[in-house]
């Protein structure tokens, strides 16, 4: 290795012109990288499981506004049925 201030033609293509877009490319990997893996632990995939009760409750009280939106049942029927659904 000689060292007579030929440097670009030691390091092939030139190395300081791309390192330092080279070292940028690597710290924007590391950054998605290091997103990628936050989100997974920051937004669970599964919903935790609602119990059978839990299901037929949010549908019974589905039902009940549907009925009470087509005028089928009065307010004082919906809010008592609501109110034994709810608990």
């Not at 599964?46 to 589905?62: F, V, Y």
């Amino acid at each position: 290795m000689m060292w007579d201030g030929h440097w670009r033609e030691m390091m092939g293509w030139g190395f300081f012109p791309w390192g330092g877009l080279h070292m940028l490319f690597s710290l924007a990997a590391l950054a998605l990288f290091v997103a990628f893996i936050a989100s997974l632990f920051s937004h669970p995939r599964h919903h935790p499981p609602q119990s059978e009760e839990d299901r037929r409750g949010g549908m019974g009280l589905a039902i009940l506004e549907e009925r009470y939106v087509r005028g089928e049942i009065d307010r004082d029927e919906f809010i008592q049925k609501k109110r034994d659904l709810t608990g």
